[in-house]
């Protein structure tokens, strides 16, 4: 078994520059094979098939820690400064709706979901302190309403077992990939549906033209002090954050001890959502530029890196424990798939803004693109857009839909 964090780190970064290679190779069988296994899957599994095997040994590295407390912040920062409040309101009142009917749409649904669950199978949601499943699902709410930070962030305030975390892993991120194959493969009858909608959907075309033209305009090449630049607003955030989580959290478990039900007296809650308020202020700033040099995508190499290392504390034998997880995670999508076509058809929306609004949620910057650029590549900065929405609102959000399905599972 390899102890050593340095080598297993060189691991890590070795499966994640091994499946970005091949994932971008033209041939047919990997395109087919991607196809099927989505990337981010990989990037969860491999860490864990090394773990499961007793390779490395995720129960005592010290990497995910580390990279928790530090990496996770600033990619949150990093994520939320981009935040183009202009362009998203020049994309209309349809783009923000449908965005927040998914947001609504995964808050009911997993409260019902799961009490829809419980009523048949009771044991399917049964379990005491870490192993309680509610727990496990709060992070699947972080994860469809923002994306694999909030995720984490709501592992670590709810703190379900490694176990039950890696069942709900697997319902999250095949699920997950199950709807985003609906809506690309939905994309191609977009007519139809939006004739079904009684949409009108002219104007994104617009809308296109006019995202191809910022980004043309604004994007360049990173110099090592725009790097620099980034580096200091992600982790001096971060620092900023833990220190004001030293200052809140025992003021609040002294004077208000009956908080701690809710979690409010974790430090770790504090530090992702001061660091995630830090970062919607500052993208109303200049330094909101530094999204044209890098900042979402350096942060997304933070989180694949947060990925691997949550990977290879996964148990792979665990994950077919407790199949029934997959039935509330379905029951769970259906709920959501539901509400954003029903909202959608009431306002007449067009089916492009619904895709992009669920995938916003449900699958974040990294997938979001892939579902926008479906209708139109010109349209994926759409996807980019509405997914920095969900990191912003992701921890919140998923906080309170994790309060509701304790409350149901306590009924």
């Given at each position: 078994?390899?102890?050593?964090?340095?080598?297993?780190?060189?691991?890590?970064?070795?499966?994640?520059?091994?499946?970005?290679?091949?994932?971008?190779?033209?041939q047919r069988g990997w395109q087919r094979f991607?196809?099927?296994?989505?990337?981010?899957?990989?990037?969860?599994?491999?860490?864990?098939?090394?773990?499961?095997?007793?390779?490395?040994?995720?129960?005592?590295?010290?990497?995910?820690?580390?990279?928790?407390?530090?990496?996770?912040?600033?990619?949150?920062?990093?994520?939320?400064?981009?935040?183009?409040?202009?362009?998203?309101?020049?994309?209309?009142?349809?783009?923000?709706?449908?965005?927040?009917?998914?947001?609504?749409?995964?808050?009911?649904?997993?409260?019902?979901?799961?009490?829809?669950?419980?009523?048949?199978?009771?044991?399917?949601?049964?379990?005491?302190?870490?192993?309680?499943?509610?727990?496990?699902?709060?992070?699947?709410?972080?994860?469809?309403?923002?994306?694999?930070?909030?995720?984490?962030?709501?592992?670590?305030?709810?703190?379900?077992?490694?176990?039950?975390?890696?069942?709900?892993?697997?319902?999250?991120?095949?699920?997950?990939?199950?709807?985003?194959?609906?809506?690309?493969?939905?994309?191609?009858?977009?007519?139809?549906?939006?004739?079904?909608?009684?949409?009108?959907?002219?104007?994104?075309?617009?809308?296109?033209?006019?995202?191809?033209?910022?980004?043309?305009?604004?994007?360049?090449?990173?110099?090592?002090?725009?790097?620099?630049?980034?580096?200091?607003?992600?982790?001096?955030?971060?620092?900023?954050?833990?220190?004001?989580?030293?200052?809140?959290?025992?003021?609040?478990?002294?004077?208000?001890?009956?908080?701690?039900?809710?979690?409010?007296?974790?430090?770790?809650?504090?530090?992702?959502?001061?660091?995630?308020?830090?970062?919607?202020l500052l993208s109303l700033t200049p330094l909101?530029?530094?999204?044209?040099?890098?900042?979402?995508?350096?942060?997304?190499?933070?989180?694949?890196?947060?990925?691997?290392?949550?990977?290879?504390?996964?148990?792979?034998?665990?994950?077919?424990?407790?199949?029934?997880?997959?039935?509330?995670?379905?029951?769970?999508?259906?709920?959501?798939?539901?509400?954003?076509?029903?909202?959608?058809?009431?306002?007449?929306?067009?089916?492009?803004?619904?895709?992009?609004?669920?995938?916003?949620?449900?699958?974040?910057?990294?997938?979001?693109?892939?579902?926008?650029?479906?209708?139109?590549?010109?349209?994926?900065?759409?996807?980019?857009?509405?997914?920095?929405?969900?990191?912003?609102?992701?921890?919140?959000?998923?906080?309170?839909?994790?309060?509701?399905?304790?409350?149901?599972?306590?009924?």
């Open positions: 078994m390899i102890q050593n964090d340095a080598i297993v780190l060189g691991i890590l970064m070795l499966i994640l520059a091994l499946v970005f290679y091949t994932a971008s190779l033209p991607y196809g099927v296994v989505p990337p981010l899957l990989l990037c969860y599994f491999i860490p864990g098939v090394l773990n499961s095997l007793g390779i490395i040994d995720g129960a005592t590295s010290q990497l995910y820690p580390v990279v928790s407390r530090y990496f996770l912040p600033a990619c949150l920062v990093l994520f939320t400064l981009g935040m183009d409040w202009q362009a998203l309101w020049k994309l209309g009142p349809q783009a923000l709706l449908m965005m927040l009917a998914g947001t609504v749409g995964v808050m009911i649904g997993g409260p019902i979901a799961l009490w829809i669950v419980s009523a048949v199978s009771p044991e399917t949601v049964s379990g005491e302190g870490s192993e309680a499943v509610w727990r496990g699902l709060a992070t699947i709410a972080g994860s469809w309403i923002g994306g694999g930070a909030n995720q984490t962030a709501l592992r670590e305030v709810f703190t379900p077992s490694d176990r039950l975390f890696s069942q709900v892993v697997a319902v999250d991120v095949l699920v997950a990939e199950l709807w985003m194959a609906v809506l690309i493969y939905a994309a191609g009858y977009t007519a139809r549906i939006d004739a079904r909608l009684r949409a009108d959907s002219s104007h994104i075309t617009t809308i296109q033209k006019r995202l191809e033209e910022i980004e043309l305009s604004n994007q360049r090449i990173p110099a090592t002090r725009d790097l620099m630049y980034l580096g200091a607003v992600g982790f001096g955030a971060t620092g900023l954050a833990h220190w004001l989580s030293e200052q809140i959290t025992p003021f609040l478990a002294t004077n208000f001890p009956e908080l701690e039900k809710y979690s409010l007296t974790s430090p770790f809650f504090w530090i992702v959502s001061l660091v995630t308020i830090i970062g919607i909101r530029r530094l999204e044209f040099v890098g900042a979402s995508r350096l942060g997304s190499v933070f989180l694949y890196v947060l990925v691997a290392t949550i990977g290879m504390q996964m148990d792979l034998g665990a994950v077919a424990d407790n199949p029934g997880l997959f039935a509330i995670g379905l029951v769970w999508m259906l709920i959501h798939a539901l509400f954003i076509i029903g909202v959608a058809r009431l306002f007449r929306i067009p089916f492009f803004f619904a895709a992009v609004g669920s995938q916003a949620n449900v699958g974040g910057s990294a997938s979001a693109p892939v579902v926008a650029a479906a209708f139109h590549p010109s349209l994926a900065p759409v996807g980019v857009l509405l997914s920095i929405l969900g990191y912003a609102v992701g921890t919140y959000a998923g906080y309170l839909t994790a309060i509701m399905m304790q409350w149901v599972s306590e009924m």
